[in-house]
C-alpha cells in the first residue's frame, strides 16, 4: 500500500530528540516522511488535494514507539516446555503473524526481535516489510548462542544443535560457522546467552562465556556488519561483553562501577527491560508466581536501576524494551510499561524516558538518522495521543487514548477488532497437580485429628 499525504494539526509535538514540547504545532507527512512543521506545514498542505488533514487539537503528536525487546514468535508461552516442545514451526509461524498486528495498536511502530523460534522472526520480518503481513518495522536475530551449560532453560537446551531459540555452540570455530549461518540466512544482529542457570548450582545466573569466545562472536560479526547483543544478568557478564565488543547489552543486573566503567569506555548500549520483572513482582501472586520469587524481582530492579540511573548521567544510550512474548508480558499490552519504570525506578523524567523509546531505539533498528524522531526526512513513523504523556507517562500504557498510529505514511485501522484466539489442546501440558496432594495439604486439621484418634 502507498503512502497517504497526511497533515496533522492542533497538536502538541514530542519530537522525540528530547528538545521540549511544541504546543499546537502542524506536521507534514508527505510520501512516507515527515516533511514540514508548522504554518509552512500547513501552506504546503493547501496546494495539495490528495493531503487529508487530522485534527489533534489536545493531543500529543510523537514518534511512533521502539521496543527494542521482543519475542514475537514465541506465542506467548506459560513455561519453556510449552515452548519448546508444543508447537510446529508452522503453527508458530502463523501465531506469529497473528501477533504482529497487536503491536502497533500498542503504538509501537518498530521493534527488535533479538531472538526466536526457528528463523521465524527474519521471516516475519520480510513478510511485513513485502505488505504480506501488517504489524511493526523489524530488526531480527536468529537463534541465540548458547554454550552447552545453555541458558535460562537449563537441562531443557540439549547438548548439540538447535532447541526451539537456542543453539549450542562448543568452541569458536562453531561460533563463527554459526554466525556467519545466521548471517547468511538474513539477521540483522546476533544474540549471545552470556549468562545462564546451572541446574546443580543454586542462586542466579552466572557468566558461561569466557571473555575470549565473546571476543571471538563480536569479531567475527563485526568484520560482516552485524551487531551483538547480550543476555547479562550479572556485573561481570556485563563487564566482559562491554570489554569484548557488544553494541547493546539487555538487563545489565547487578551492574557495578567497574561494569559502568567498561560500558562506558566502549560505548555500548543498554536495554535494562524492567518490565517483565515488574510485572512478575506487581501481579506474579494473580498468576501463580512463587512468592519467594516476587522480592527477588523487586530487588533486581531496584538495585540495578540504581546503576542505571549513574549510567544515564554518564551518557550511556538506554533503550526501551519489555520482553513481549512471554505469558506474563503478552503482545500488545505492556510495551510502553518499560518508560513508566524508567521514571519510577532509574529517576529520568518522562520527557527522557521518551526519548529512550523513540530516537535511542533507532540504534536497535539500525536506522539512527532514520526512525525515531520527527524531524524533516525521517521515515513517517507517529502516533497521536489523547492527552499528555509529560504529566502522566502511564498514558501511553492505554490504548483507549491511541488516537491515531501511523506506520510508514499510513493510518493503522485501530477500531476493527482483532478476532480473539483460541489456545490449542496440543500447545500446552495439562498437569494433574501444581503440587503434590500431601494427606497435609488436602485434610483439614479437624480430619486429621479425627483420623489420629481411629
Not at 22 to 30: N, Q
Not at 186 to 192: A, F, L, R, S, T
Not at 292 to 310: C, D, G, N, W
Not at 326 to 349: C, I, K, N, Q
Amino acid at each position: 500500500m502507498k503512502p497517504e499525504n497526511l497533515l496533522i494539526t492542533g497538536g502538541t509535538v514530542i519530537d522525540g530528540t528530547g528538545a521540549g514540547p511544541r504546543a499546537d504545532t502542524a506536521v507534514l507527512l508527505r510520501d512516507g516522511v515527515v516533511e514540514q512543521f508548522g504554518a509552512p506545514a500547513v501552506q504546503a498542505a493547501a496546494t495539495d488535494l490528495s493531503v487529508h488533514e487530522i485534527d489533534a487539537t489536545g493531543k500529543t503528536v510523537m514518534p511512533g514507539m521502539i521496543d527494542a525487546h521482543t519475542h514475537l514468535t514465541f506465542g506467548e508461552p506459560t513455561g519453556n516446555d510449552e515452548l519448546f516442545f508444543h508447537r510446529t514451526e508452522a503453527y508458530s509461524s502463523m501465531l506469529s503473524a497473528y501477533n504482529a498486528k497487536k503491536v502497533l495498536r500498542a503504538g509501537v511502530t518498530s521493534v527488535f526481535d533479538a531472538d526466536c523460534l526457528w528463523n521465524i522472526a527474519v521471516e516475519l520480518r520480510d513478510a511485513i516489510e513485502n505488505g504480506i503481513v501488517e504489524g511493526p518495522r523489524m530488526r531480527a536475530g536468529g537463534q541465540a548462542l548458547m554454550t552447552s551449560l545453555g541458558g535460562t532453560a537449563g537441562r531443557l537446551i540439549r547438548d548439540e544443535g538447535t532447541t526451539a531459540y537456542a543453539t549450542v555452540v562448543h568452541d569458536q570455530d562453531m561460533m563463527v560457522k554459526e554466525i556467519r549461518r545466521q548471517i547468511k540466512y538474513g539477521v540483522d544482529w546476533i544474540k549471545v546467552m552470556v549468562t545462564g542457570l546451572i541446574p546443580s548450582m543454586k542462586g542466579p545466573e552466572v557468566k558461561v562465556w569466557s571473555f575470549e569466545e565473546m571476543r571471538r562472536v563480536c569479531d567475527t560479526a563485526h568484520e560482516l556488519n552485524t551487531k551483538v547483543v547480550g543476555h547479562c544478568r550479572n556485573a561481570l557478564s556485563t563487564r566482559d561483553a562491554a570489554r569484548a565488543g557488544f553494541d547493546l547489552i539487555y538487563h545489565s543486573s547487578y551492574m557495578d562501577d567497574e561494569a559502568l566503567e567498561a560500558v562506558v569506555e566502549s560505548g555500548a548500549s543498554l536495554c535494562p527491560t524492567f518490565t517483565l520483572l515488574g510485572n512478575l513482582a506487581d501481579y506474579g501472586a494473580k498468576i501463580g508466581s512463587a512468592p519467594e520469587l516476587l522480592e527477588v524481582f523487586r530487588a533486581e530492579i531496584e538495585v540495578t536501576a540504581a546503576m542505571l540511573s549513574k549510567a544515564h548521567a554518564a551518557g550511556v544510550k538506554i533503550l526501551t524494551g519489555s520482553e513481549t512474548g512471554f505469558a506474563v508480558t503478552p503482545v500488545g499490552e505492556w510495551h510502553a510499561r518499560e518508560l513508566e519504570m524508567l521514571v519510577d525506578y532509574v529517576g529520568m523524567s518522562p520527557l527522557e524516558a521518551i526519548t529512550c523509546a523513540t530516537a535511542n531505539g533507532a540504534f536497535a533498528m539500525r536506522a539512527e538518522g532514520i526512525l525515531g524522531t520527527l524531524e524533516a526526512g525521517r521515515q513517517a513513523d507517529v502516533i497521536v495521543i489523547d492527552g499528555n504523556p509529560l504529566d502522566d507517562i502511564r498514558i501511553l500504557q492505554d490504548k483507549s487514548r491511541i488516537s491515531e498510529v501511523i506506520s510508514r505514511g499510513r493510518r493503522i485501522d485501530l477500531l476493527t477488532p482483532i478476532p480473539e484466539r483460541t489456545v490449542s489442546s496440543t500447545e500446552q501440558v495439562r498437569f494433574l497437580a501444581a503440587c503434590p496432594l500431601t494427606r497435609s495439604l488436602a485434610l483439614t486439621e479437624d480430619d486429621l485429628e479425627r483420623l489420629s484418634r481411629v
